[in-house]
């Protein structure tokens, strides 16, 4: 079963990289992270029901792993030309996972992990300083924070290991539809209008990233952390790049100079070695707990 959500998770956030890039190419980025959420909370409605966590902790799961952090993402997409590189950069969250693990939860950083961080850190300014490349730093630094602010909502989710994961994303849904709808009414004036002349096929993205990704995947990462140790679970995630990459070369055109490759190759690189290094720490822990 866990080995199926995992994959699930892979897949579906690989595709949903590209359905976003689509999506927000004709309508405002804001309105497309709105309507997902409204979708979403159709579904999620019949779980919003007592008992509820205790809002000091699911307060700020339900901002950073919702309105904050899509309405970031959304506007990456809306303003990124390579998919290939916002997907690669968008793995950063899983060093940062591991630094929020270590100065919230308590979990330790050894020095491969630290390295690794680095490493995926370079990678990225590799990639998003190489030449030419100067039209992607917008988008680069929103998936930069995005990807901070979804690192943090997933370790605090671990503070929450009673709540179910589809109660957390109703509850995610309920403050991140009209969140973003009200500000895509403030910033983006004309979206409604702009979104009636869309095609159907940056609708269905829209919805594919309300059904399969917000009750699928992202569900199913909060059930796999509530039971697992963060870094055990962030290392398999490494492959969703390279479906997003796939998908940005085939379907978008993206080219890969030797800088996006190399930087890229850096980036996961330092990403793997902080989850293997992670991997490494529980198993020593689990070793050292077991009596002899």
């Known amino acids: 079963m866990e080995w199926a959500a995992i994959v699930v998770i892979i897949l579906t956030w690989g595709i949903n990289n590209a359905a976003a890039k689509f999506a927000t ?13 409204l ?5 999620l409605f019949p779980f919003i029901r ?13 901002l950073l792993t919702g309105p904050v952090h899509f309405g ?25 996972t591991a630094l929020f693990a270590w100065w919230i939860l308590g979990e330790t950083m ?48 671990r503070r929450l290991p009673t709540a179910r994961p589809l109660k957390i994303q109703g509850l995610v849904s309920l403050i ?7 500000a895509s009414a403030v910033a983006e004036p004309h979206a409604l209008q702009t979104a009636f002349h869309a095609p159907l096929l940056a609708w269905a993205c829209i919805a594919f990233g309300g059904i399969a990704s917000t009750l699928g995947a992202s569900a199913l990462l909060f059930w796999l952390v509530q039971r697992h140790q963060t870094g ?54 689990a070793e050292l707990s077991t009596p002899s």
């Not at 490493?119 to 730093?137: D, K, L, V």
């Not at 991140?176 to 009200?182: D, G, I, Q, R």
């Open 39 to 43: 979708i979403a909370l159709i579904f």
């Open 72 to 96: 970031v993402l959304y506007s990456a997409f809306g303003l990124s030309h390579n998919l290939s590189l916002l997907g690669i950069v968008l793995q950063l969250w899983i060093p940062f």
């Open 110 to 157: 050894g020095t491969a992990a630290v390295v690794g961080v680095a490493a995926a850190f370079a990678g990225t300014a590799i990639m998003t300083f190489q030449h030419g490349a100067e039209r992607e730093w917008a988008s680069a630094g929103l998936a930069v924070v995005a990807s901070v602010c979804w690192a943090l909502g997933t370790v605090l989710v």
């Open 176 to 182: 991140s539809a009209p969140a973003l709808l009200t």
């Open 25 to 37: 190419a004709y309508i405002p980025p804001l309105f497309v992270g709105g309507v997902r959420f």
């Open 232 to 285: 055990r679970v962030t290392g398999y995630m490494l492959s969703t790049p390279l479906i997003t990459c796939l998908i940005g070369v085939l379907a978008f055109g993206d080219l890969l100079t030797p800088r996006l490759v190399i930087g890229g190759a850096m980036t996961m690189a330092g990403v793997g070695l902080v989850a293997m290094a992670e991997r490494r720490r529980i198993r020593i822990a």
């Open 50 to 62: 007592p008992p509820f966590p205790d809002w000091r902790r699911m307060g700020p799961v339900m």
